[in-house]
């Protein structure tokens, strides 16, 4: 090896390019909106165009540019204002009378607006940056550091960052070094099961058929979880690099990104990725002048849960059902058209550049021993700050719901917590105190999982939650396992049941011994899994099982058939209509008296009475059991 | 029940997409895609097309075809409604959204209207859990969305339609309830 080598000339140039292409941009005013998935849906679109209008009609120069995510869904859409002289600062929360706002007061004046500032982005004197927030000091971005933060659709915003970097270093080393250096930072793969990527690659490397492939899983469908969207959507080259050094470890020559359907702007924006890094030698014959070969290609999904199970996804890449197959024979030794191949989710690749770059060491000064970097979640349900985040492997649930994500709304009460998805389980108050790593929640009952979190308190029934989740399993089991097939379903029977009160005491063993039926009977992790939100939630809420059962009550008021709305007369006013205009099936009337009262009969528990009453008057309200009906309106006839 | 000229765009459409993507069985998952991105969905003859053309039994195709969750068989109405049923929206009443759809349109989720003008459908996570429950209608995100936003959004898009009128026998639609519409929460 030279001082320097053909690669790292070559990456010098394409470096010095990025930078210059950059630089002008320092000295501009830049408006950069998130315009991930998620952002669109809050608006983000309307905003963009909002800010190109506004700036036109005022004669303003200043760019607008797209964005991916950074992470703070309860703000969308975000807008970042960088403009020379001022700290760059992020807006939540943002709508056209912002806009507005913001082009007179900030941009042609020189008023910041702080009062409708989220953050500013840079350390200054004037205002609070993410790291002085609570959510900031228990965060430590490694994969999503950039996410939000350079623009995914222009590989010189990736490059100018130091980009690629960590290719060029590999490429410089041998295959070997590369995976010495990934098996010393114990880089545990991100999908859920956290086996470890080395071994995986190695055990590639170690057959003798050279035709070999590596494909990044991105068939991420947990619902409610949508980390692997976001890094795609908002820096796609992150995953890309990891899959190329991975490539060049493993020698394969070919790869694909399994990206499920539902995520067009992922699809979109790592074709553009895969087109800009083409163009500039980081993919295709030579890689970087060095020699080695390596191309990357998008395979759509057509939308199966079981295809996250590697042997159903490489079925289904061959075109066949997404039924999964007995292991072994391994992926690593016949993955992809029977040739060896390497399986990775998109986080774990995405650490891959950052290994290289900064050292196995890095890595595990980070986490715990076993689990060592970071843990990204999505963090929904009843927080009050929902979002993606990043927190260091090891930290507690509690941490993760009170401080990250500021406890729950209202003067709610905590109930569980959802980690892990349909395969994973619910966790009540008690062992909040967990540490997140892969065997501490598996010792728990739940799993580490894709990285769905769903915070639930009082208003929501447990009964009705492992319900939820064992309607997807059933829904989405590939139908090959008698077990996951039948057994599934029967236990959805038998939760349908609970829910309509038509329960017995005796189901709750049919219920657990079917649970363990599935579990051994099934062939892969789907079925495995399935039962985990029903063993939780009856090991931790027996007493909701029991209410549903014998008292035909629903604690938390949710399950439909076992609720009843009901006007108390004391509080109508008689003079208001709400309730009778919001009713979409006419069952709420008014009586002779004036007073309001809902038939029965009609009525299909939709909740809009309730919420339509006014506040002052909270004259709606929900009984469980529905028995309790008979001795109110008795009361009052 | 294809409508005039249908089959004629399918047969077309079907046969440019095999020369285009090739008549492999390795390609049939993107060849089924690449059908139901221009017609819509997949319809049956199409599905034979392809089984005739890849020399394998129709079976093979309907299989994967129902198998997997983002091919629709039937067509797509004018308007699409799919509701969110990730589990931050099922929690805070996406099911409820559901039902108001369904009551409102008398068909299934994964149906349309008789009239084409509605489909139904459900999805997964669209990962804007903070404005549960959602329902993407075409393309637009509507957030925290209640039943009588449904009755709104099926009023609205059924008034900006232009064939209103001569569509007399149309699904149960909402014109008893108008009134009642923009009303409420």
């Known amino acids: 090896m030279s001082i320097l080598s053909a690669t790292e000339t070559k990456y010098q140039a394409l470096r010095e390019k990025a930078e210059a292409k950059l630089a002008p941009l320092a000295a501009e005013t830049i408006i950069w909106i998130g315009t991930a998935t998620c952002g669109k849906a809050a608006g983000a679109v309307e905003v963009r165009e909002a800010f190109k209008a506004e700036l036109k009609n005022k004669g303003i120069d200043a760019e607008v540019r797209e964005v991916g995510c950074m992470g703070h869904c309860y703000a969308e859409p975000l807008a970042v204002i960088a403009k020379p002289g001022f700290p760059a600062i992020c807006y939540g929360k943002v709508d056209e009378g912002l806009v507005t706002r913001l082009v007179d007061d900030f941009l042609i004046n020189d008023d910041p607006c702080y009062e409708f500032a989220l953050v500013a982005l840079e350390p200054n004197d004037v205002f609070p940056t993410f790291s002085d927030f609570p959510r900031g000091v228990y965060e430590n971005k490694m994969i999503l550091e950039q996410c939000g933060f350079i623009d995914p659709e222009d590989i010189d915003h990736y490059i100018a960052k130091d980009g690629y970097s960590a290719l060029a270093k590999a490429l410089n080393t041998e295959p070997q070094q590369v995976l010495a250096e990934i098996n010393g930072a114990n880089l545990r793969g991100r999908g859920g099961a956290g086996f470890p990527a080395g071994v995986k690659w190695e055990a590639v490397v170690k057959q003798v058929e050279k035709t070999r492939y590596v494909i990044c899983n991105a068939d991420e469908g947990d619902p409610g979880a949508f980390m692997d969207r976001s890094i795609l959507e908002s820096n796609p080259h992150l995953v890309v690099e990891g899959m190329i050094i991975c490539a060049y470890a493993v020698g394969a020559g070919h790869g694909y990104l399994y990206i499920r359907s539902e995520y067009p702007q992922a699809i979109r924006r790592v074709q553009t990725a895969l087109e800009q890094a083409r163009e500039r030698g980081l993919l295709g014959k030579s890689i970087m002048d060095n020699g080695f070969a390596f191309d990357l290609e998008v395979f759509t999904g057509a939308g199966a849960f079981v295809c996250g199970e590697g042997t159903a996804l490489i079925n289904s890449m061959e075109g066949k059902l997404g039924m999964p197959e007995h292991r072994p024979p391994r992926l690593s030794t016949a993955g992809l058209r029977g040739k060896p191949t390497v399986l990775n989710n998109v986080k774990t690749f995405a650490y891959v550049p950052l290994i290289m770059k900064k050292g196995a060491d890095w890595f595990k000064n980070t986490g715990t021993a076993e689990s060592p970097g970071t843990a990204v979640f999505a963090l929904a349900g009843k927080v009050e700050n929902p979002g993606l985040v990043e927190v260091p492997m090891g930290t507690t649930l509690r941490q993760l719901i009170y401080d990250v994500g500021q406890g729950i709304p209202g003067e709610k009460e905590f109930k569980a917590v959802q980690i892990g998805g349909p395969s994973g389980g619910c966790l009540p108050e008690a062992s909040l105190d967990i540490p997140i790593d892969f065997d501490s929640l598996k010792e728990g009952g739940a799993i580490m999982g894709s990285g769905g979190i769903v915070v639930l308190d009082e208003d929501d029934c447990m009964v009705r939650i492992a319900r939820y989740f064992l309607k997807f399993t059933q829904q989405e089991s590939c139908g090959k396992c008698t077990f996951c097939r039948l057994g599934t379903k029967h236990m959805l029977d038998i939760l349908t049941a609970i829910t309509k009160g038509e329960g017995k005491l005796s189901d709750l063993e049919t219920l657990r011994e079917l649970a363990e039926d599935v579990q051994v009977g099934s062939l892969c992790n789907l079925g495995r899994t399935a039962p985990n939100p029903i063993l939780t939630t009856l090991q931790y809420f027996y007493d909701e099982y029991k209410a549903h059962i014998e008292e035909k009550r629903c604690p938390s008021l949710m399950c439909p058939d076992l609720i009843a709305y009901f006007i108390a007369p004391e509080q109508c006013s008689k003079l208001c209509n709400a309730c009778v205009g919001s009713c979409p099936v006419e069952a709420v009337y008014t009586r002779d008296d004036g007073l309001k009262a809902i038939d029965q009969e009609k009525c299909v528990k939709c909740d809009n009475c309730l919420k339509a009453c006014p506040i002052e008057y909270n004259a709606v309200i929900k009984l469980s059991p529905p028995a309790l009906l008979a001795e109110k309106e008795g009361s009052t006839k | ?185």
């Open chain 2, 1 to 185: 029940m294809l409508l005039e000229g249908e089959r004629d765009t399918i047969l077309k459409t079907t046969s440019a997409v095999l020369a285009e993507h090739g008549a492999r069985r390795e390609k049939l998952i993107p060849l089924l895609q690449a059908v139901q991105e221009q017609l819509g969905y997949l319809p049956k003859l199409a599905m034979e097309e392809i089984a005739a053309a890849l020399d394998i039994p129709a079976v093979e195709v309907f299989g994967p075809a129902t198998f997997y969750n983002s091919f629709r068989l039937h067509p797509p109405g004018e308007h699409q409604f799919k509701v969110c049923m990730g589990t931050a929206c099922y929690m805070i009443g996406g099911q409820i959204a559901l039902d108001s759809f369904e009551r409102r349109l008398q068909i299934k989720p994964g149906e349309t209207t008789a009239d084409r003008r509605f489909s139904l459908d459900q999805v997964a996570c669209v990962g804007c859990c903070s404005l549960a429950p959602v329902v993407v209608v075409d393309n637009f995100v509507e957030g925290k969305v209640t039943p009588t936003r449904v009755d709104g959004l099926i009023l609205s898009y059924e008034s900006n339609g232009q064939k209103v009128e001569q569509d007399s026998q149309q699904t149960e639609a909402t014109n008893t309830d108008e009134a009642k519409g923009e009303e409420g929460s």
